[in-house]
């Protein structure tokens, strides 16, 4: 089957923006992706004759931060197990939080492809908001923007060359 690309990281962070720059639509589902589930949106993304499917793991808007916290566990675990390549996603403008460390934590454990992209850096001007990220103490880092584009392609490139 095709591979599943999911974009992972805390509320907030952009991940649905990204999902709908990837697939061009809102919401595009893909209905007949057997054993799927329905919390979470699946969209078909083809750049340069490759195909993937990107799944946006946001799920319902949480409650509270307890509700967030293990929803995000959930998800982390689930598209570790599901998916052949992960993209984690910070947010440039919030900085590294807690839960960024959890999660990144997570993914180390797993032998899959995760590429760390941190959103929300719109142009050249704003590299250094990314820079915080190194503090995570992975690489490479991929500064993006999933509103204006920018560093989408270096993201993108990324992705195909893991299918
Ligand atoms: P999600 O909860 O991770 O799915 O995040 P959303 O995609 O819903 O985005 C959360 C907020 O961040 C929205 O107000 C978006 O417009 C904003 N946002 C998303 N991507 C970017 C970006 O690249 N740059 C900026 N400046 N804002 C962004
Ligand atoms: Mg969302």
Do not use: C, H
Request: glycine content about 8%.
């Amino acid at each position: 089957r095709k591979k599943l690309v999911a974009l992972v990281g805390r509320p907030n962070v952009g991940k649905s923006t990204l999902f709908n720059m990837l697939t061009g639509t809102r919401r595009a589902l893909v209905e007949d992706t057997p054993g799927l589930t329905r919390d979470r949106n699946y969209g078909e993304v083809t750049i340069r004759d490759k195909s993937f499917i990107v799944v946006d793991t946001g799920g319902f808007e949480p409650t509270t931060e307890d509700v967030m916290l293990s929803q995000m566990r959930t998800q982390t675990l689930v598209a570790v197990e599901q998916a052949d390549i992960i993209v984690f996603m910070g947010d440039a403008k919030a900085g590294i939080t807690p839960s960024d460390y959890e999660i990144v934590r997570t993914l180390q454990r797993t032998d899959k492809t995760v590429l760390y992209a941190v959103n929300k850096v719109d142009s050249e001007k704003q590299e250094n908001f990314a820079v915080d990220f190194f503090g995570l103490g992975v690489e490479p880092i991929y500064p993006v923007s999933a509103i204006t584009g920018y560093g989408a392609d270096e993201l993108i490139d990324a992705i195909l060359e893991g299918i």
